[in-house]
């Protein structure tokens, strides 16, 4: 009657696909084979790369919650589950994942803990899905400086990579971030150095006003504008103090052994410390 009946074995022997039978609903799920994920916790942004048998039908699903990232695979399934743990120190400090063969809809899932916030986007291409981890913006803070200066902090929850790359052009400095996920905000201005902070796509807008700023990118978690007035006009400043005059009283000696002297060294980076007068 033109059917050609095959053993369902077949399906997996030659197609390599995994079979798993649902008795209630009298249903066979052929499911995909999957690698172990292929994880590089120490590149900037982070990236994982999964290996199908079969080119996947369906995108995969990214949920958050706090620090820690689902990504589920339909219709794909792991041999085994497994785990990574990395060091506290690291953006990424554990990935899990796990398959669910046997549910109503069997699927896969990966999931990524963070030691801060991170921005996760998960594409299948052909027989591969890559998982890309990104860290994000977590404030924009303004300083004013003794010396009338200021300063843009740009405060990310992961290190900001060397492939940064900044710009000016029509009074406006562009930083761009490609490695670092910007949310759209707004930040209003606190000096009458620059406009309006607006970060919009994958860069961040800096209208200025005057001044060309100096760059200090710290390695870390975060990136510095600075803003210095005029050297020659600091020099023309004049601070006088004034002091009541002492009352005659005699003074006595007290052994140097008694004296503590504190030295401020300066935080480091960016921030020299406290100089000048207070």
Do not use: C
Not at 164 to 193: D, F, G, K, M, W
């Amino acid at each position: 009657k033109n059917t050609v009946y095959i053993p369902l074995s077949t399906l997996h022997s030659v197609f390599d696909y995994s079979l798993v039978w649902e008795q209630k609903s009298h249903v066979l799920h052929l499911l995909n084979p999957i690698q172990p994920p292929a994880i590089m916790p120490l590149s900037v942004p982070i990236q994982l790369t999964i290996d199908h048998t079969h080119a996947p039908t369906k995108q995969p699903l990214v949920q958050y919650s706090k620090n820690s990232v689902t990504i589920t695979l339909a219709t794909s399934v792991f041999n085994e589950a497994g785990d990574e743990r990395y060091p506290s120190d690291y953006a990424l400090t554990q990935v899990r994942w796990k398959s669910y063969p046997r549910s109503d809809s069997p699927h896969s899932t990966i999931r990524l803990d963070f030691s801060a916030p991170h921005h996760v986007e998960a594409q299948t291409i052909g027989h591969q899905t890559r998982i890309i981890a990104k860290p994000i913006v977590s404030a924009i803070h303004q300083r004013i400086l003794y010396n009338d200066g200021a300063e843009i902090q740009i405060a990310t929850t992961g290190p900001i990579h060397q492939n940064y790359r900044i710009s000016s052009s029509n009074s406006v400095i562009r930083v761009h971030l490609p490695s670092t996920h910007l949310a759209p905000q707004i930040v209003e201005s606190e000096s009458h150095y620059y406009d309006t902070i607006v970060v919009s796509g994958n860069q961040i807008k800096i209208p200025i006003r005057s001044k060309i700023p100096q760059i200090f990118p710290e390695f870390g978690n975060q990136l510095t504008i600075r803003f210095q007035p005029n050297p020659d006009q600091e020099l023309n400043k004049k601070i006088v103090l004034s002091s009541p005059p002492l009352a005659n009283r005699s003074i006595q000696k007290e052994p140097l052994n008694r004296r503590i002297i504190a030295i401020d060294p300066g935080h480091g980076g960016s921030d020299p410390g406290a100089i000048g007068l207070y």
